[in-house]
């Protein structure tokens, strides 16, 4: 399916996968909006992509059911979301050290933003449109400390199965990355980030962990594919098998 002419909306796309996709939207002529919550980082996105005429950024915290709401009144009519927003800050601790407010953050970023850009959005998408969510390996491979961000992610992918029954036809998937080398790991594993990246792509059967750009394909598939929804699409390296 071309996307040229057609609207996006990328929720969490100021940096990592989301920015990577929205590259590539833009050089195939789709028109973008990428929604944050920061004005600084939106507008260093707006630079890094050249201040290209068809993009546009909103400020939104998508776990405030006002804000997504006025979203999608300013934005009006699109053709495809997406949401690869994740606050997991705090969050990878064990449970004797977990504070409910960063479990709680993790939650309104990755069930209840996706759950209201569904009840806000789906309005304004065509029959064709789709809704895309960014899922991930820890609902399939837990690690020690990771036991919100597994839960949750799981969560969403149930939260697709439903949606994609209720809100057709408009298509709703989600993506499940493995490990990707994203500014997200900071918050995962701080100075050892580079070192567990390392080892795990010796792990893996592709030999590599993953890039932004191989999700931003992955998502690309997942708006474009007219006959698939209610899907997780596994683009992890093979963690699974591992």
Request: net charge neutral; with cysteine.
């Amino acid at each position: 399916m071309s996307i040229e002419g057609q609207k996006v909306i990328i929720v969490g796309g100021s940096s990592g996968m989301g920015l990577a996709l929205a590259g590539r939207l833009l050089d195939e002529g789709a028109s973008v909006t990428i929604a944050g919550r920061g004005q600084e980082k939106l507008a260093a996105v707006c630079r890094h992509l050249g201040d290209h005429p068809k993009l546009r950024t909103h400020v939104v915290d998508i776990g405030r059911e006002e804000e997504v709401a006025a979203l999608f009144r300013e934005c009006g009519p699109v053709d495809h979301i997406v949401s690869t927003a994740a606050e997991i800050e705090g969050a990878y601790q064990l449970l004797s050290s977990l504070e409910l407010a960063a479990a709680e953050k993790v939650v309104q970023s990755k069930f209840y933003g996706p759950l209201l850009l569904a009840k806000y959005g789906a309005s304004r998408l065509p029959s064709s449109g789709s809704i895309t969510y960014t899922s991930g390996i820890a609902a399939y491979r837990p690690l020690a400390r990771g036991s919100v961000v597994a839960a949750v992610n799981a969560a969403l992918e149930g939260l697709v199965r439903a949606l994609a029954v209720e809100l057709a036809p408009i298509r709703v998937n989600a993506v499940s990355p493995g490990w990707v080398d994203t500014p997200i790991w900071s918050f995962v594993a701080g100075d050892a980030k580079q070192a567990r990246l390392d080892a795990m792509a010796q792990r893996l059967p592709v030999g590599r962990v993953g890039q932004p750009e191989d999700i931003a394909d992955a998502i690309r598939f997942l708006i474009g594919n007219g006959f698939t929804t209610g899907t997780t699409l596994h683009v992890e390296g093979g963690h699974r098998l591992v």
